[in-house]
Nanobody, 122 residues
Framework: QVQLVESGGGLVQAGGSLRLSCAAS????????AAWFRQTPGKEREFVAG????????YYADSVKGRFTISRDNLKNMVYLQMNSLKPEDTAVYYC???????????????WGQGTQVTVSS
């Protein structure tokens, strides 16, 4: 089992940048794929970006492609989401997720963090 804790959220103006971090503990993290999701009130959780066990392959939602970058450091048990050119519609609670057996937007991730709020003002 793995525990995930997100950090790095906050308030930023449109056009600005934020870097989210996800710290993993409990198991060897390179046994797990990872992803970032986001959710706003009244809406379903939305896939943002995913990364494979080694970090070689990544996948992004069309809405963030070219603006967000997911990465990981398995030596530090960390996953990151660099968010640039932020828009008000990026405002959401962002969640880190992990799984041992699958990755990508259709994966049903087994492990989730508690989320970190990102607010983008216009």
């Amino acid at each position: 089992q793995v525990q995930l804790v997100e950090s790095g959220g906050g308030l930023v103006q449109a056009g600005g940048s934020l870097r989210l971090s996800c710290a993993a503990s409990g198991r060897t993290f390179n046994d797990y794929t990872a992803a970032w999701f986001r959710q706003t009130p009244g809406k379903e959780r939305e896939f943002v970006a995913g990364i494979t066990w080694s970090g070689v392959n990544t996948y992004y939602a069309d809405s963030v492609k070219g603006r967000f970058t997911i990465s990981r450091d398995n030596l530090k048990n960390m996953v990151y989401l660099q968010m640039n050119s932020l828009k008000p519609e990026d405002t959401a609670v962002y969640y880190c997720a992990a799984d041992r057996g699958c990755w990508g937007s259709s994966c049903e991730y087994d492990y989730w963090g508690q989320g970190t709020q990102v607010t983008v003002s216009s």
